[in-house]
């Protein structure tokens, strides 16, 4: 099989809104920390020296959301209550969600803001495939060229109620993106709020998801490299992460040899 990443990285040496800590414990220091663990919880003394080098294992230590990076973002992300029951958490979202096949849907000649309904329907034409239940849908929008930079979380294009809408009619459960979110950017909705008086404008995308039980995977990336718009399968199993409402994600695509 052939696999292709459709993961941007967590990656603490480009722009984020929520900057990222990452710190790197090298071989040598992880040799002297673990001898000092089994001293002071273990009582056993041991001398690190003895190591090849000196050296024993490196350690990571990040501080970050679990919205960093490609990710899943799971009901209880869009609010504390939900019209069907209680959101679940991402630790506890069916597995089977997430292996699924997938397809691409190319908005990204769309300008900033979201497209309706109408336009994905004009997608569905083109391409001569209409999302089937389960389905994994993701959104090509052309964002992902600006990752690691400012304009990322400000130029691209969301979804409206009436596209979200569309798609779980269809029975999909998981709608992904290319860009910052499935929503417009943040100025984008409020300028759109300030100028209408409609709250409707505000995260339709996402507040749709405290009327219907569906999940998002934000800020992915090389949509534009599957060589056609059907015919594989995306695994995007999110980290399980207990009574959180988000979860990092190794999304790839797979196609048969």
Same mark, same amino acid.
């Given at each position: 099989?052939?696999?292709?990443?459709?993961?941007?990285?967590?990656?603490?040496?480009?722009?984020?809104?929520?900057?990222?800590?990452?710190?790197?414990?090298? $071989?040598?220091?992880?040799?002297?920390?673990?001898?000092?663990?089994?001293?002071?919880?273990?009582?056993?003394?041991?001398?690190?020296?003895?190591?090849?080098?000196?050296?024993?294992?490196?350690? &990571?230590? #990040?501080?970050?959301?679990?919205?960093?990076?490609?990710?899943?973002?799971?009901?209880?992300?869009?609010?504390?209550?939900?019209?069907? +029951?209680?959101?679940?958490?991402?630790?506890?979202?069916?597995?089977?969600?997430?292996?699924?096949?997938?397809?691409?849907?190319?908005?990204? &000649?769309? $300008?900033?803001?979201?497209?309706?309904?109408?336009? #994905?329907?004009?997608?569905?034409?083109?391409? &001569?495939?209409?999302?089937?239940?389960?389905?994994?849908?993701?959104?090509?929008?052309?964002?992902?060229?600006?990752?690691?930079?400012?304009?990322?979380?400000?130029?691209?294009?969301?979804?409206?109620?009436?596209?979200? *809408?569309?798609?779980?009619?269809?029975?999909?459960?998981?709608?992904?993106?290319?860009?910052?979110?499935?929503?417009?950017?943040?100025?984008?909705?409020?300028?759109?709020?300030?100028?209408? +008086?409609?709250?409707?404008?505000?995260?339709?995308?996402?507040?749709?998801?405290? *009327?219907?039980?569906?999940?998002?995977? *934000?800020?992915?990336?090389?949509? *534009?490299?599957?060589?056609?718009?059907?015919?594989?399968?995306?695994?995007? #199993?999110?980290?399980?992460?207990?009574?959180?409402?988000?979860?990092?994600?190794?999304?790839?695509?797979?196609?048969?040899?």
């Amino acid at each position: 099989m052939r696999i292709i990443d459709l993961s941007t990285p967590v990656d603490a040496g480009v722009w984020e809104p929520n900057p990222i800590e990452h710190t790197v414990m090298s $071989p040598a220091e992880g040799a002297l920390h673990m001898a000092e663990a089994m001293r002071t919880k273990h009582d056993l003394d041991f001398d690190p020296a003895v190591l090849p080098g000196g050296e024993l294992l490196s350690l &990571d230590f #990040l501080r970050l959301t679990s919205h960093t990076g490609t990710h899943v973002d799971a009901p209880s992300h869009y609010g504390s209550t939900a019209a069907y +029951g209680r959101p679940r958490d991402v630790d506890e979202l069916p597995l089977d969600w997430f292996v699924r096949p997938g397809v691409v849907l190319d908005i990204s &000649d769309a $300008p900033v803001g979201t497209v309706d309904s109408d336009r #994905l329907k004009l997608q569905f034409d083109r391409i &001569d495939y209409t999302p089937r239940p389960m389905d994994v849908v993701l959104l090509h929008t052309g964002a992902a060229r600006l990752s690691g930079t400012p304009a990322y979380f400000t130029d691209f294009t969301g979804l409206d109620r009436s596209a979200t *809408e569309l798609l779980l009619d269809l029975g999909v459960r998981v709608i992904g993106t290319d860009a910052f979110s499935l929503d417009a950017p943040f100025g984008h909705m409020i300028r759109e709020y300030q100028r209408t +008086g409609d709250t409707g404008v505000l995260w339709p995308a996402h507040f749709l998801g405290r *009327e219907r039980e569906y999940c998002q995977i *934000e800020r992915l990336n090389h949509l *534009e490299t599957l060589p056609a718009p059907t015919g594989f399968t995306v695994s995007c #199993l999110p980290v399980k992460i207990r009574n959180a409402g988000a979860g990092w994600a190794r999304a790839v695509a797979i196609l048969p040899s």
